[in-house]
Antibody
Framework: EVQLVESGGGLVQPGESLRLSCVVS????????MNWVRQAPGKGLEWVSH????????HYADSVEGRFTISRDNAKNSLYLQMNSLRAEDTAVYYC????????????WGQGTLVTVSS | DIVMTQTPISSPVTLGQPASISCSSS???????????LSWLQQRPGQPPRLLIY???NRFSGVPDRFSGSGAGTDFTLKISRVETEDVAVYYC?????????FGQGTKVEIK
């Protein structure tokens, strides 16, 4: 069974940093590209970042470029999102999400972790 | 960035009746490899999204056949042939033809 479990969310002040983690199981992690997608409270979905299996290709949304860094450790079946210089508008549930194999889409999602940026 | 626009924003439907959601993109979603990477996702209240349709018209594993996707270029449609109670959700289209990937604003399907 495919499972993705996020952690690391919480309440931080503007300008602070936070690191999100996602541990996966049920599939060969290194074979899949991964994503972070976020959803502000009561709002729609926003794609944040994408990384391929070997970390050779990485993409970011303009809204987080230069502040967020996606990474992965295939030996630990883990995906990360380092978030620096956090802003109030970064407040959201952050989902770890797996690419559909050999297709550009997202097939499995974690339950999400809530990040709240507030003073 | 490619802008995705869904209509309607809200769709009250009668149980057992069909529902249709439209999604248009600000530019063609045909990838250089010839595929069109338009997906539809369902998000039930309090749940993460769930993939329904990928590459415009391919149903994902386990998705009931009352869900179907169609379209080409810049105009796409998700149809539910006969709405059931469990279909109450927000539906999103998503393009993955070009980074940054972008979503429509969502369409809420509710029972009349």
């Amino acid at each position: 069974e495919v499972q993705l479990v996020e952690s690391g969310g919480g309440l931080v002040q503007p300008g602070e940093s936070l690191r999100l983690s996602c541990v996966v199981s049920g599939f060969i992690f290194s074979d899949y590209s991964m994503n972070w997608v976020r959803q502000a409270p009561g709002k729609g979905l926003e794609w944040v970042s994408h990384i391929n299996g070997r970390s050779a290709n990485i993409h970011y949304a303009d809204s987080v470029e230069g502040r967020f860094t996606i990474s992965r450790d295939n030996a630990k079946n883990s995906l990360y999102l380092q978030m620096n210089s956090l802003r109030a508008e970064d407040t959201a549930v952050y989902y770890c999400a797996r690419d559909l194999r050999d297709n550009y889409s997202i097939d499995y999602w974690g339950q999400g972790t809530l990040v709240t940026v507030s003073s | 960035d490619i802008v995705m626009t869904q209509t309607p924003i809200s769709s009250p439907v009668t149980l057992g009746q069909p529902a249709s959601i439209s999604c248009s993109s600000s530019e063609s979603l045909v990838h250089s490899d010839g595929n069109t990477y338009l997906s539809w996702l369902q998000q039930r209240p309090g749940q993460p999204p769930r993939l329904l349709i990928y590459k415009t018209s391919n149903r994902f594993s386990g998705v009931p056949d009352r869900f179907s996707g169609s379209g080409a270029g810049t105009d796409f449609t998700l149809k539910i042939s006969r709405v059931e109670t469990e279909d109450v959700a927000v539906y999103y289209c998503m393009q993955a033809t070009q980074f940054p990937w972008t979503f429509g604003q969502g369409t809420k399907v509710e029972i009349k």
